[in-house]
C-alpha cells in the first residue's frame, strides 16, 4: 500500500495550491514560476505547493514503485516511504512559509521540518529491523 500514499498526498497538495493556501515563502521576481498569492500580500512567492506536489507526490510514488518491484524484507517498503516523505518534506520546506504563529524554529527550522526528524529516524529503525527480523519478500 505505501507506494499508493503518494498519490493522496499528491492530490492533496493540488488542493492546497487551487485553494490558494499554505503558499511559499518571498521569492526573487525574475523567479518566472513565481507567483502572488491572494492573502500573502503583492509580493511573488515560491508555489511550495507545486514542489511539494513533484517531490512528495510524483517522485516518490516512482521510487516507491521502483523499490516494491525489488526483493526486500517485509516492511521495508514502509521504511523507505518514511525515510522518502521525511527527507523530501524536509526539502520541500525550506521553500514553505513557516507558520505564522510559530516562525523558525531552532537552526532555522520550520515546524515541518522538525516533524519530519523522527519520521526519517523511525524509517531507518524500521528499515534495519525489518532486514534483520524477516526473510527477504520476494528472492
Known sequence: MAPCVPTGLAAGRIGNFINGELWGRLADPGLPWAMVFRGAGDV????????????????????????AQRPSARGQVSAVFLMGYGVLRFVAEYFREPDQFL??????????????????VLGVWLWLWAARNNPKANP
Do not use: D, K, T
Open 44 to 67: 511573488p512567492r515560491h508555489p511550495s505547493q507545486i514542489y511539494q506536489f513533484l517531490l512528495e507526490g510524483l517522485l516518490l510514488f516512482v521510487l516507491l514503485w521502483w523499490f
Open 103 to 120: 516562525g523558525l524554529l531552532a537552526f532555522n527550522l520550520s515546524m515541518g521540518q522538525w516533524l519530519c526528524v523522527p519520521m526519517v
